[in-house]
């Protein structure tokens, strides 16, 4: 299916709701902030579809804690530039939404069980502000942050979504920026996929679409796929807290699933009320 009707059936499936949809978006490389792309085009048509929300949570694969899970409850999220050696126009980019202090600090509380606590040194790293750019370009819904402690096994990111959850239908967008498949050890410019990130891609929107989510936060089925996909989990983990926000009422849409650079997956996908 091409990405124009991928972004049609969203667009005629985004009737307007009380609920919010889940976004997951693969971010991949920051130049996608400055460069027209098929990824970026589709982040503007994206957002072009999208109800406007009270406010925008995001859990990004750039904010890793470890035995806490943190919210950012300042006032005017700074712009993070959590990368090195592009193009000075990448670090002249700026996203200078507000934050939503009171609603951050509330959801520090909710995530009580999960070690939630409060913030206000981070701000919005490049996996949040380059697809928020698309998504919302006037920079005027307030966003926040919430980390992935890296401390903690798969299934923690199901159960945070889970109590994330209740945020949908408050007029709150959740969004989880990473990617399916992160392997940039094994990237290479100009080659084809590898095929292990075409297998791990594949087995992941497969049992995505058959919402067997414990199997895709449990290490021994998912086998010897994930640290050759992921040597590290930072960029699956908010894939699975989107997939935990989730319930049967959502229809799912994919979009973007091409694999850059051999074993980056821009899969992304959208949980939607049915």
């Known amino acids: ?100 202090p009171a609603l951050a600090r509330e959801v520090a509380t909710l995530l009580a069980s999960h070690h939630g606590e409060e913030d206000d040194t981070w701000g919005l790293d490049h996996g949040a502000w380059t697809v928020l750019k698309f998504l919302y370009p006037s920079a005027d819904v307030p966003v926040f942050q919430v980390s992935i402690d890296m401390s903690r096994d798969l299934s923690y990111q199901l159960e945070v979504g889970r109590i994330l959850s209740e945020l949908r239908d408050r007029g709150v967008l959740i969004l989880g920026s990473g990617n399916v498949v992160h392997n940039l050890r094994a990237m290479r410019y100009g080659g084809k996929p590898e095929d292990f990130a075409v297998e791990f891609d594949h087995l992941f929107a497969d049992r995505l679409a058959a919402r067997d989510f414990d199997s895709l936060a449990d290490r021994e089925k998912l086998g010897a796929l994930l640290p050759s996909a992921h040597p590290t989990v930072d960029h699956y983990l908010p894939a699975l807290t989107i ?31 049915a």
């Open 1 to 100: 299916m091409s990405i124009a009707t991928e972004l049609q059936n969203l667009r005629d499936g985004l009737s307007p709701s009380a609920r919010m949809p889940l976004i997951f978006l693969g971010h991949g490389s920051p130049m996608n902030a400055i460069e027209d792309t098929v990824f970026s085009r589709a982040w503007s048509e994206l957002g072009r579809a999208l109800p406007r929300p009270k406010a925008i949570l995001v859990v990004s694969a750039h904010w890793m804690t470890r035995g806490t899970t943190l919210v950012d409850v300042s006032a005017m999220p700074r712009t993070i530039h959590d990368f090195y050696g592009f193009p000075q126009a990448l670090y002249d980019q700026t996203y200078p939404a507000p934050g939503d």
């Open 243 to 273: 997939a935990g926000a989730s319930d049967a009422r959502d229809d799912l849409t994919f979009m973007t699933d091409a694999i850059e650079l051999g074993t980056v997956s821009m899969r992304s996908f959208v949980f939607h009320a």
